[in-house]
């Protein structure tokens, strides 16, 4: 039974998404067909949508696809300072976010274990932690950029300090509510507070831990095509602006696809080592 | 004037004639001009500077050239110099002319931002520019005025396209702490235009604009100060009357197609793009506002200027030199196809050949020929920086007294740029400021504060 929920679930995706990919065509088909025709040598300078008096339409899945395939079949080249491919692209802003998310994850874990085993550091930390956790991560940019004087360790430290938050909080969490029940055992075995932490607290918080790293990586991929959408130079952040720049919808499409498989992708990773870390009650 | 003809000579005229004397014509002088200046850079470039400094010296002796040449005729040549030499320091004047020497530092990041204002620094590079002047520039597109304000400062780039009032303001500490900065060179004259959307095509009074929302984009641009004085001038208050926000160039077109801004003055190619994709129409150039006015610079901070002086010298020579390139008409084509690519400008190469060569669709169905309506003129005139100092005075983002004459000459380099052109055989102007005429009204100079003053509109 299982097994047919999951088929017919995989063919009502793919269901959906023709119909949607022929709405968008169909949508898109209608507009740029005005029927006043103008001065040749006029036509030769301008779009064919405001050649005939129209706006340049909306593009159609089948241009937007042609794109994808340009953009995929050569995604490594590298053709001067301002022109890589998308695949190079990509790389840069991955490692970024995994440079970011492996410094915040360096800090986030200790902190998070001394803020979870002691309430004296939580009540202290705590005012700092509320007040540095909804401020928007870009809004750290400019500040970045003026006190490190470097554009791409400025992305990298937007990155750390809007995945340590999520992490922070988790971590301490997880570490706080580890059942009393195992430290009273700890404790009777007489067993040291490094041993006790690395056997029975850090077992039993890691599902938590794991779960606060799954969401940072998520806010970090988001936050990466921002932060390159401000600074520029390389990223996909950085291509989403250039052919905004280009007025290049077909190319926003495709950056806005693979950002969406490549974010789906990292979230996957950190949701498998979830469930390798879970343990069944 | 044959620029590195030894003064010392009687049989040579350092007058006023033809400019020389030697030619038939303007014309045929200045390419002999040209093949001596390429001649002359083969020769040492140390005797070539000291003849640049040994002719000013003598010519400012020496006004009247008969005078000059029966005194060298009476002394000899050589006495001449030598008593030359002893009441005016020749070779320190040449030294500090050339400062020749060694590239301090060969490999540069110039930022710019992809525009054809920035087509000079762009197009440097694919055309060799740069290297043919020693040099190995990296030409980093960047995403915003901002990014290339804080970029600079932070080192991270020698030297960017800027908006000509920026390094302006950067030097004043509007909008930024004070840091100072120089022009080197004006990287374009004209090149804007006010683009409206479609359906204000029978809207062309400025008068009727009121509620209009506009795009500039940036607060300290010439875009900003031409709108203000466009709207003024129709008696519409820029900032009571209507909405003027600061939108990056692209946004801007498609602000415009989804009808959140009823039109921008802005820079090619988005207006040109916005005729390309047909949502708007170009209502009239920046040129018939003011013909000639500076757009954008190129621009180093002061700290770049004196500390890698040979670097500096040869990165604003390449500049000024690809400058030249672009102003004729000839090469305006192939500029085009070369800055189009994705590496630089990433746009449509139909788009930019229009602007550069002037033959345009207007966006209403007709196709318009101004060759003019770009033009690549290095100069930075002292007085463009006083003309800016004036409007931002006039729009409240400076206060009190100005020093607008010392300023201007401390951001605009004009003497630099012009002891450049000389070398790359151009003919500079000899005076650093000028008067010109931005709709029709007179612009003195000399009289900054009264030029405020008589703005009906205004905010200082």
């Known amino acids: 039974m299982p097994r047919s929920v999951g088929l017919r679930a995989f063919v009502l995706s793919v269901l959906i998404f023709a119909v949607f990919l022929l709405a968008w065509h169909v949508a898109v088909r209608g507009g740029g067909a005005g029927a006043a025709t103008v001065d040749p040598e006029y036509a030769k300078l301008v779009g064919a949508a405001a050649a005939t008096g129209g706006q340049t339409p909306m593009p159609g899945p089948i241009d937007v696809g042609r794109t994808i395939w340009k953009h995929l079949s050569d995604p490594f080249y590298v053709r001067g300072t301002n022109d890589m491919g998308i695949g190079i692209q990509l790389a840069y802003s991955l490692a970024r976010v995994l440079t970011g998310f492996g410094l915040a994850v360096v800090v986030a874990v200790p902190l998070g274990f001394l803020i979870g085993m002691s309430q004296l550091v939580y009540r202290a930390l705590d005012p700092f932690i509320q007040v540095m956790k909804p401020i928007s991560p870009l809004a750290w940019m400019p500040l970045a950029l003026y006190t490190i004087k470097d554009s791409s360790l400025s992305s990298i430290f937007v990155i750390f300090i809007c995945s340590l938050w999520p992490m922070l909080i988790n971590t301490a969490f997880g570490v706080a509510s580890v059942r009393k029940d195992w430290l009273n055992v700890a404790r009777t075995l007489e067993v040291g507070p490094f041993r006790k932490a690395f056997t029975v607290i850090l077992p039993a918080a890691a599902p938590t831990i794991l779960t606060g790293m799954r969401i940072s990586v998520g806010i970090a991929w988001l936050v990466i095509v921002a932060a390159e959408m401000l600074v520029g130079g390389t990223g996909i952040g950085y291509f989403v602006w250039n052919q905004w720049n280009n007025l290049s919808l077909t190319d926003i499409i495709t950056a806005i696809l693979l950002i969406g498989l490549v974010g789906m992708a990292l979230d996957q990773v950190l949701a498998r080592l979830t469930r390798f870390v879970t343990y069944p009650e | ?460």
């Open chain 2, 1 to 460: 004037m044959a620029l590195f003809d030894n003064p010392f000579t009687a049989a040579n005229r350092l007058g006023r004639g033809c400019v020389c004397g030697r030619h038939g014509s303007a014309r045929e002088h200045e390419a002999a001009l040209r093949t001596e200046a390429f001649e002359a850079g083969q020769a040492s470039e140390e005797s070539r500077y000291g003849r640049v400094v040994e002719q000013a010296v003598m010519r400012a002796l020496f006004p009247e050239d008969g005078r000059r040449r029966a005194f060298l005729k009476a002394v000899g040549a050589s006495t001449a110099a030598a008593a030359l030499a002893t009441v005016f320091p020749l070779g320190a004047a040449s030294e500090a002319l050339a400062q020749t020497g060694p590239i301090e530092k060969k490999d540069l990041k110039v930022g710019f931002i992809p525009i054809t204002c920035a087509t000079p620094i762009i197009m440097a590079h694919p055309l060799g520019f740069y290297s043919r002047h020693g040099l190995n520039v990296e030409v980093v597109r960047t995403a915003g005025w901002a990014v290339i304000r804080d970029k600079t400062i932070n080192k991270e780039y020698d030297a960017a396209h800027m908006l000509a009032p920026m390094p302006i303001a950067m030097t004043m500490g509007a909008g930024s702490n004070p840091i100072p900065y120089a022009v080197g060179a004006i990287e374009n004259i004209n090149g804007q235009a006010i683009t409206l959307a479609t359906k204000h095509k029978d809207k062309r009074d400025p008068r009727d604009w009121k509620g209009f929302r506009f795009a500039v984009p940036f607060d300290y641009s010439m875009h900003n100060y031409l709108l203000r004085y466009y709207l003024a001038e129709a008696g519409i208050d820029p900032d009571r009357d209507v909405q003027i926000r600061s939108v990056p160039p692209p946004e801007m077109v498609a602000n415009l197609r989804a009808d959140n801004i009823d039109g921008f003055l802005g820079p090619d190619p988005f207006n040109q793009r916005a005729v390309f994709d047909g949502v708007g129409f170009i209502h009239i150039l920046s040129k018939e506002l003011w013909d000639g006015h500076p757009c954008c610079a190129f621009a180093a901070s002061r700290d770049f200027v004196t500390t890698l002086p040979n670097t500096y010298r040869a990165l604003l020579k390449s500049i000024i030199d690809a400058t030249a390139h672009a102003q004729k008409a000839e090469n305006r084509k192939a500029i085009a196809e070369a800055i189009a690519a994705p590496n630089y400008l990433n746009q449509p190469v139909t788009v930019l050949e229009q602007i550069l060569t002037g033959t345009y669709a207007d966006g209403l169905g007709q196709v318009k020929r101004d060759p003019n309506r770009i033009q690549f003129d290095p100069f930075p005139w002292d007085s463009f920086a006083v003309w800016i100092l004036t409007q931002m005075k006039r729009w409240g983002q400076i206060k009190g007294d100005v020093d607008y004459a010392g300023i201007a000459r401390q951001v605009f380099l004009a003497t630099d740029a012009g002891a450049m052109m000389k070398e790359l055989g151009l003919t500079p102007p000899t005076a650093t400021t000028k008067t010109f005429a931005v709709m029709g009204k007179a612009f003195d100079p000399a009289k900054p504060e009264d030029y405020v003053a008589s703005f009906a509109i205004k905010r200082a």
